[in-house]
Nanobody, 130 residues
Framework: EVQLVESGGGLVQAGGSLRLSCVAS????????IGWFRQAPGRVREEISC????????YYADDVKGRFTISSDDAKNTVYLEMNSLLPEDTAIYYC???????????????????????WGQGTQVTVSS
């Protein structure tokens, strides 16, 4: 089955940057998508970004748009989340997740909809100090 391993979390001061990595293996279809989620204490888990390998489309949540960038290195089977201008409110556990087997067009998703991801990484802690 699909395996996901996150890395790159840590402690950073407000205004700083971090790059998270998600190394994926075990896909059986070229049609798949990988998303980044975060969960802070007392808050629900939220999708903050995703990338489709079906059509290359990308999604960003409003509160990270313009600060975070999702990208992929197909040769390394890795998806990155570059996080800039970090804020204390970005403190959370960050997870990557994957889904495969269908055609994924992020632009076609209804507003507010999130894929039912089947595979999850272990999470990496990001702490932003003020």
């Amino acid at each position: 089955e699909v395996q996901l391993v996150e890395s790159g979390g840590g402690l950073v001061q407000a205004g700083g940057s971090l790059r998270l990595s998600c190394v994926a293996s075990g896909f059986t279809s070229d049609d798949h998508a990988i998303g980044w989620f975060r969960q802070a204490p007392g808050r629900v888990r939220e999708e903050i970004s995703c990338i489709s390998f079906s059509d290359g489309s990308r999604y960003y949540a409003d509160d990270v748009k313009g600060r975070f960038t999702i990208s992929s290195d197909d040769a390394k089977n890795t998806v990155y989340l570059e996080m800039n201008s970090l804020l204390p409110e970005d403190t959370a556990i960050y997870y990557c997740a994957a889904i495969e087997g269908n055609y994924y067009s992020i632009a076609a998703r209804p507003p507010g909809n999130v894929y039912d991801y089947d595979y999850w990484g272990q999470g990496t802690q990001v702490t932003v100090s003020s």
